[in-house]
């Protein structure tokens, strides 16, 4: 499944459709998200390189997620990659800002890990605008013209 597009949308539906018979009774209703599958999809785009279609996905998803949390600090990571892979740098940056200020809010080491270097994970084999942009940390001189 890993790199092939058939086998990964025939996952994706059938996690799809699993999501779909949730219900409140669930033993594990806590640990659901409605926004689960979005996060999900978009991820898997991402990694097939289909930068359009992830981006749909993980801006609902971003959208559907009102609060600061981890996951949405990684949804907003995953959508600046597609951003970055998509040219559209200060779209990205804006991303990528909007998920370090979540983490830095809730300390979230694993949205940390994630989100603190997403231009390593640029186009291969050249060199990402991004790596200028000041690491988690700085300053908050870099925020001014944010609002």
Request: net charge negative.
């Amino acid at each position: 499944m890993l790199g092939e597009l058939a086998p990964c949308e025939q996952a994706l539906a059938a996690a799809d459709t699993r999501f779909g018979h949730v219900g409140e009774l669930d033993a594990a209703i806590e640990l659901y998200s409605a926004t689960q599958f979005g996060r999900m999809a978009g991820s898997c785009y991402l990694s097939l390189r289909d930068t359009r279609r992830a981006q749909a996905l993980l801006e609902q998803a971003a959208a559907a997620h009102s609060d600061h949390s981890k996951p949405r600090a990684i949804v907003l990571g995953n959508l600046a990659l597609a951003l970055i892979r998509q040219g559209d740098l200060d779209e990205a940056a804006d991303r990528l800002h909007e998920a370090i200020d979540i983490i830095e809010l809730n300390r979230g080491g694993g949205g940390l890990n994630f989100a603190s270097p997403p231009h390593a994970r640029c186009a291969p084999g050249g060199p990402c605008p991004l790596s200028r942009m000041p690491a988690t940390g700085c300053s908050p001189s870099w925020r001014a013209e944010r609002p």
